[in-house]
Each structure stands twice: as C-alpha cells, then as structure tokens.
C-alpha cells in the first residue's frame, strides 16, 4: 500500500468518525426533546385526552419500537 493511499484512508477515517460523532450529538438532542414531549404528555393536558390523543401516543410507540427493534437486534431485525 503506497504512503498516500494509507494517508488518504486515514483521513477518510477521521471524517467518518468526525461524521458519526456529529450524528450521535444529534441523536442525543433528539432523544432529550422528546423526553421533555413524553414528560410534558406529548403536549396535552391529562384533563382534555381521548381516545384520538391515545392513538397520537401509539403512533409515537410504535415509531419508537420499530427503532429499538433495529438497534437492538429485535423481532424482524433479528440476526
């Protein structure tokens, strides 16, 4: 392997990790918005919900489980 082609994988390497951690920030600030959604009842007082709020909040459920499934390797992401 010739000197710059090693130098070019590295810097590639160094903006792909660059990248990715840019990506994590991301999703951590993401995380903590909807925390703060989920903590405030995703912005409806408990007094006024029906059932139209409750499929609102499975719709969220299920967007969020589909992402945990693939992280974590679940159900139809399985290895």
Known sequence: MTKNLRKSIAVSKE??????????GEINELLAELQDF?????GYSPEDV???H???ANYFLERLNELADFAFKRGEHEN
């Open 15 to 24: 903006q792909a990790l660059s990248t990715f951690m840019g990506q994590i």
């Open 38 to 42: 989920a903590d405030d009842h995703l």
């Open 50 to 52: 029906t059932w139209g």
């Open 54 to 56: 409750v499929g609102t």
